[in-house]
């Protein structure tokens, strides 16, 4: 008796997954904006200056970075070089989504504004390019829009707020990047992968600046990835 194979979903019904999923994260990741706000505010930076961050950095990560080391009283040197070592990862999502997306002129400029962690996930998440793009772009273009917004809150209203940990909104984020992630741990290579990366991460950040344990896991990521080419086995 033949195996019924479960049917293959239509191309409509694809993109409307596509939408769903590029809109959940977008509004989970760009909720988190608020304690952004809250927080460069209560470091002393204006609310201009927060804005400036958000629209012009918006790199997440980087943000919460710069702004740790003003609080901290650092230098603006110091600040903006720890920044930019976390934002180093934008530029290698970069390699991977150019040759999804293959935009030039003002596309390729904005297509690198909205190069993130999320737009990243759900684009190279998808089987087809066509849903691809769509994922990067209503991705990226949903979190920078609901993370300026957001941004504008919190630095208005900081101080009502109080802890932007007690709603939650931290765990929101990262629950959503968790589910892009989850479904690609099928194999044993990539569990073993994540695995492994989580582990660094966890022995790396009671020792490193915030955003540091994530470029110290990726790199592992890398070689643990690239080790069974090396003995020779499959990739």
């Given at each position: 008796m033949?195996?019924?194979?479960?049917?293959?979903?239509?191309?409509?019904?694809?993109?409307?997954?596509?939408?769903?999923?590029?809109?959940?994260?977008?509004?989970?990741?760009?909720?988190?904006?608020?304690?952004?706000?809250?927080?460069?505010?209560?470091?002393?930076?204006?609310?201009?200056?927060?804005?400036?961050?958000?629209?012009?950095?918006?790199?997440?990560?980087?943000?919460f970075?710069?702004?740790?080391?003003?609080?901290?009283?650092?230098?603006?040197?110091?600040?903006?070089?720890?920044?930019?070592?976390?934002?180093?990862?934008?530029?290698?999502?970069?390699?991977?989504?150019?040759?999804?997306?293959?935009?030039?002129?003002?596309?390729?400029?904005?297509?690198?504004?909205?190069?993130?962690?999320?737009?990243?996930?759900?684009?190279?998440?998808?089987?087809?390019?066509?849903?691809?793009?769509?994922?990067?772009?209503?991705?990226?273009?949903?979190?920078?829009?609901?993370?300026?917004?957001?941004?504008?809150?919190?630095?208005v209203?900081?101080?009502?707020?109080?802890?932007?940990?007690?709603?939650?909104?931290?765990?929101?984020?990262?629950?959503?990047?968790?589910?892009?992630?989850?479904?690609?741990?099928?194999?044993?290579?990539?569990?073993?992968?994540?695995?492994?990366?989580?582990?660094?991460?966890?022995?790396?950040?009671?020792h490193?600046?915030?955003?540091?344990?994530?470029?110290?896991?990726?790199?592992?990521?890398?070689?643990?990835?690239?080790?069974?080419?090396?003995?020779?086995?499959?990739?």
């Amino acid at each position: 008796m033949a195996t019924r194979r479960a049917p293959v979903p239509e191309p409509v019904d694809r993109r409307r997954l596509v939408i769903r999923q590029a809109l959940s994260v977008g509004v989970a990741t760009g909720a988190y904006g608020v304690s952004f706000g809250a927080l460069s505010v209560a470091a002393g930076l204006s609310l201009w200056q927060t804005m400036a961050l958000s629209l012009l950095l918006f790199s997440g990560g980087s943000q919460f970075a710069l702004v740790g080391v003003v609080a901290a009283g650092g230098t603006g040197v110091a600040a903006v070089l720890t920044s930019s070592l976390l934002g180093v990862r934008n530029g290698l999502y970069g390699l991977q989504v150019s040759r999804l997306l293959d935009v030039r002129g003002w596309r390729r400029a904005a297509a690198a504004q909205v190069t993130i962690d999320e737009s990243t996930a759900v684009a190279i998440g998808q089987e087809q390019r066509r849903e691809s793009r769509l994922g990067f772009w209503l991705t990226g273009l949903s979190v920078f829009v609901l993370w300026n917004l957001m941004t504008l809150v919190g630095g208005v209203i900081g101080d009502l707020l109080g802890d932007p940990k007690r709603w939650g909104l931290d765990a929101a984020a990262a629950a959503a990047f968790l589910a892009l992630l989850w479904p690609r741990l099928k194999a044993r290579e990539a569990q073993a992968v994540g695995v492994s990366a989580a582990l660094v991460a966890l022995l790396v950040a009671p020792h490193a600046p915030a955003g540091v344990p994530v470029l110290v896991a990726a790199l592992a990521a890398v070689v643990v990835g690239l080790w069974p080419r090396a003995k020779g086995g499959r990739r």
